[in-house]
């Protein structure tokens, strides 16, 4: 089984950019469809973005986050990452990345499991 660990997280102004890593060890994540969550304090989870392994064009974005956030891949690097840029303060939370699979229109969780994430704050 794939193992995800997160990184990238920390303090921004808004209006700032951050990248985070997922970096996978165990296995390859050149066959697996990755995406990110987040959470906030006192809020659900919520989908951010997603990318599909077989295809890196194939991207797929939260209405909240489009046309400011990407998922790039690195299979080489066994990495994907989330470019965020513009950050607003409603973009601070934990973000995860798991293994994911397409619901219908809805992108879950693949696994039953969630990683340590990495924070990610934004200063108005």
């Known amino acids: 089984q794939v193992q995800l660990v997160e990184s990238g997280g920390g303090l921004v102004q808004a209006g700032g950019s951050l990248r985070l890593s997922c970096a996978a060890s165990g296995r390859t994540l050149s066959n697996t469809d990755i995406g990110w969550f987040r959470q906030a304090p006192g809020k659900e989870g919520e989908f951010v973005a997603a990318i599909s392994w077989w295809a890196i064009s194939n991207t797929y974005y939260a209405d909240s986050v489009k046309c400011r956030f990407t998922i790039p891949r690195d299979n080489a690097k066994n990495t994907v990452y989330l470019q965020m840029n513009s950050l607003k303060p409603e973009d601070a939370a934990v973000y995860y990345c798991?293994?994911?699979?397409?619901?219908?229109?809805?992108?879950?969780?693949?696994?039953?499991?969630w990683g340590q994430g990495t924070q990610v704050t934004v200063s108005s």
């Open positions: 798991v293994a994911v699979y397409r619901d219908g229109t809805t992108w879950r969780n693949a696994g039953t499991n």
